[in-house]
């Protein structure tokens, strides 16, 4: 079954610090998509970051950055410089080019300390 | 601005009524989705479409209907054989029809059944 886990139920972290939220996936797929999604208050989703399987390069987007290791199937998500912000639910997701869907895990919720 | 609009944000059925959620893009996007969130789980494929005319069904996909009469639009039915579907509702599109490039999502809907 392709199933993704997020071990962190909830994290928080002082603002302007670094904090890191975990994801590892489930999948016997070699082509794949990874995306975290930051869903606010508002409930509205929002995509972070992407990172397509086949490149080795971690995706980079301003603050937010990703450790992705293959082998181990684990696509974490670091934010660094945390701002007040940055809190909101985190959802870590896949797809699989053998289907349409996207596989979500559970979410982290992040708080940010002031 | 593209985006994704979702009518009405907050929405009240009565047992054995249906519902019809709305939900409209601008961004010229070949794909629709349609989830359910429900309190610490991930999302739910209700159903999605990734052309005109065509639908598929998702992981959980009874007791909903939907249609795609045109792109711009992906309306979602809650039937009286959903059971329990006092849930928030998102809907999103995506550029491509694979959705390797990530999905915008609508700011959602909360159904609550009186």
């Known amino acids: 079954a392709q199933t993704v886990t997020q071990s962190q139920p909830e994290m928080s972290v002082q603002e302007a610090e670094t904090v890191t939220l975990s994801c590892t996936y489930d999948t016997s797929e070699s082509d794949y998509y990874l995306f975290w999604y930051k869903q606010p208050p508002s409930r509205q989703m929002i995509l972070v970051i992407r990172?397509?399987?086949?490149k080795q390069q971690n995706a980079t987007e301003n603050r937010f950055s990703v450790n992705f290791q293959k082998a181990a199937k684990s696509f974490s998500l670091k934010i660094s410089d945390s701002q007040l912000g940055d809190a909101a639910m985190y959802f870590c997701a896949y797809r699989v080019d053998s289907n349409y869907q996207l596989i979500w895990g559970a979410g982290t919720k992040l708080i940010i300390k002031p | 601005d593209g985006g994704i609009t979702q009518s009405p944000k907050y929405l009240f059925r009565k047992e054995g009524q249906n519902v019809t959620l709305s939900c409209e893009q601008n961004?010229?996007?070949?794909?629709m989705y349609w989830y359910r969130q429900d309190p610490g789980q991930g999302l739910r494929l209700i159903y999605y479409?990734?052309?005109?005319?065509?639908?598929q069904k998702g992981d959980i996909a009874e007791g909903y209907s939907v249609s795609r009469e045109k792109k711009e639009s992906f309306p979602l039915t809650v039937t009286s054989a959903q059971k329990n579907p006092t849930a928030f509702y998102l809907c999103a599109s995506s550029i491509s029809r694979t959705g390797n490039y990530g999905y915008t999502f609508g700011s959602g809907t909360r159904l609550t059944v009186v």
């Open positions: 961004l010229n996007h070949d794909a």
């Open positions: 990172q397509e399987a086949y």
């Open positions: 479409s990734q052309i005109v005319n065509d639908f």
